[in-house]
Structures are given as C-alpha cells and as structure tokens.
C-alpha cells in the first residue's frame, strides 16, 4: 500500500527504539502487511542507536512513505520517547508498542476495533487477563511485574480498580481526547501509561483485550535498576498529589540512604580509630557526600549522567556546592551535640536536614545543568 498523501492519516503507530536493529524491521513489515483498511503511518523514536537502527529506518523510510524517523539527540528514555512520538503523530488514533517484537502487530488493530466500536478513549494490552499468553517473560519479571500492578492499583483512581496491568507498553488511543494529560506527564517517569492513569485521574474511558506476549528475537531487556528506582520514585510522586518535583524526590531518598552511610561510618571510625566525635564527623560527612553524588549520577541525573572524566570534575563541584551547607552541617551537629542534647544522631540528624534544599538546587544546577 503507497501513502496517498490527499488523504489524511488514520493511525500512526510509534516504535520507540534504542539498539534494536535486528527486531525492528520484521515489526515494520509485519505492520505494513496488515494495514490495508487503514492509512497508516508508522514513527521510529530512536535514542541515537549505536547498532545502526536510525540508519536502517531511515532507507526503510525511503522506500516507504508510510515510515518517518525522528533520531534524537542528548535526550533519551522510554517515557520521553513516547512522548515525543505522541506529539508529532499526524493520525487521529495513535498506537504504542515495543519494537523489539514482543508484542504482536496484529494486536494493535484489534485493539482500534475495540476502540472505535466501544468508544473509548485508550485501548491496553494486558499481559494479565486469563486469556493472555505470556511467552516472553521469565517467572521473576512476571512476579515482580504482578507486584508492581498491585502496588500502582492503590495509587490511582478508583475507576482505574478493574483495569490489570498498569505497566503495559502496548496500547492504543485517541489523540485528541488523551494529549491535553500527554502534554503535562513528565517525561522522566517509569511507565508511560502509568503516568497517563495518574494524570488523567479516572477521566479517561479505558478498556483491556488480551496480549500475547513473545519472547524477544534479539538483544535483552532494557529493565535495570534505574527502572525499578523510577517506579519507586514516580508512586511516591502519585500519592503525594505530584506536589513535589520527580527529581527533589530522588534527591531526597538518596539523600536518606546517605543519612544512613553517614550514620554507620561515624560509628566505624569511632569504633576502629582513637579519634574523637568531632574528629570523625567531618570524614564521614564528606565520606556520604560522595556517595550521595555517585548515587545521584547513576539515578536521579541518568539524563546528564557524567563519565570518566566528567565525572571527577563533577564530584569536586558537587563537594564545592556542598562544602558550605558542609560546613553548615558539621557546625551545628557539633553544636547540637556540645549545647542541646549529647545523642549523636539527633544531632547528625540536625545538620542534615539543613543542607537538603541548597544541595538538591545548587547541585542540579551546577553540577549536572539540570533544570
């Protein structure tokens, strides 16, 4: 089928890729081969792929007018890929899937009939209804994902209750209806689709159909711990009424974790040296600074993640930044201990909470150039 340009395009399907060469293209022409009742347009999301994806779509495109590419950048991530994808769509109903054949393309004009005949806003793939077939995950990744299902249900609407898998990244929906919530999800959060429920607050009409879900052709998952952290991050964002930003929210749990690591390596070197309270403090200070920054890199700034020797140069910025409310910290724990109360950690705990806010808007800025 050739694009008929005088007619406007009737579904637009976005494939966010990164390094996904050797599944995409069977994609493509699965979805090409069954599209005949519709005028489709399909919208390649690629975070500058080092296996040669971008260039692929791009002859692909060339031959095939019904294909576009859109090869971003220094920006990157799943939920902003789809994001991206979702805005510069031209069809009035937009469909999402993985590009690395898990998900069956026939699968996504099953769910635009149901989305038309039933008039519904959004059309997801569950990987949990009875008649799903689940090939291509393994028995952890089905725990944890039934977990993670159960655990997002109680953040969100209650018209959301029946819905089974909140996690999904197959679905279909109509553009105008859902792009006034698209427009506000932050594009650093876990799941797309979650973050649209959440957003959206029950005002969205949503139904299921079952998914077959295949194992991979090539490559593995994408599921690391920056994921995991993410889905962390974005239910406390939903139960706190998304008050307060994504990344304070980071900054703020591991923050917590280096309360923790200042609190245990005070009592290591107390325990292993000579040296005196005040005389520990200020290297166990310093000691979970620099485990907050490397933590922080690797998770709450993984958008502007610094490496080699970035990296280094960050560290003693995010020290330099730090050294003041440092200062600030050591001073008033010291305080606290000599003329309040002798307990070590509520005083550890007084200084600590004082340097949280200049860290987190000092070091966004100065450190990884985060807005």
């Keep these: 089928m050739i694009l008929d340009s005088s007619k406007p395009i009737d579904v637009t399907i976005v494939l966010p890729s990164y390094n996904e060469r050797n599944n995409i293209e069977n994609v493509i022409n699965e979805l090409l081969n069954i599209s005949n009742q519709y005028q489709l347009e399909i919208l390649v999301i690629d975070d500058n792929s080092t296996d040669g994806t971008a260039l692929l779509i791009r002859e692909l495109a060339g031959k095939d007018r019904r294909i576009r590419l859109i090869n971003r950048y220094n920006r990157s991530g799943l939920s902003s890929a789809i994001k991206e994808g979702f805005i510069n769509a031209t069809g009035e109903i937009v469909a999402v899937m993985d590009s690395d054949g898990q998900h069956e393309p026939i699968t996504i004009f ?82 797309f689709l979650y973050e649209l429920l959440a957003i959206s607050r029950g005002k969205l009409l949503i139904e299921e159909l079952p998914l077959s879900f295949q194992e991979r052709g090539y490559g593995e998952s994408k599921l690391d711990l920056s994921i995991m952290w993410d889905f962390l991050i974005s239910l406390i964002h939903t139960i706190t009424l998304r008050i307060l930003p994504r990344r304070a929210i980071s900054f703020g749990l ?88 002798p307990n070590t950690f509520f005083a550890q705990m007084a200084g600590i909470i004082v340097v949280f806010i200049w860290n987190y808007a000092a070091s966004s800025k100065f450190v990884w150039n985060a807005p």
């Design 110 to 191: 099953k769910a635009i009939e149901i989305l038309k005949a039933q008039q519904k806003d959004l059309v997801l793939g569950s990987r949990f209804l009875g008649e799903s077939n689940i090939k291509g995950l393994s028995k952890g990744r089905k725990n944890g994902s039934s977990i993670a299902n159960f655990i997002a249900r109680l953040s969100l609407s209650y018209k959301y209750k029946n819905l089974t898998d909140y996690m999904s990244g197959f679905f279909v929906l109509y553009r105008q209806s859902c792009l006034p919530f698209v427009k506000k999800i932050d594009v650093n959060g876990f799941k």
């Design 254 to 341: 591991v923050g917590s974790i280096g309360i923790f690591v200042q609190l245990i390596s005070t009592q290591v070197i107390l325990q292993l040296t000579i040296l005196s309270f005040e005389q520990a403090l200020p290297i166990s200070v310093v000691f979970a600074a620099t485990s907050n920054y490397l933590i922080n890199n690797l998770l709450t700034f993984r958008s502007s993640r610094l490496k080699n020797i970035a990296l280094i140069r960050g560290l003693f910025k995010f020290l330099l930044v730090a050294s003041l409310p440092i200062l600030a910290n050591i001073g008033l724990t010291s305080s606290f201990y000599k003329f309040v109360s």
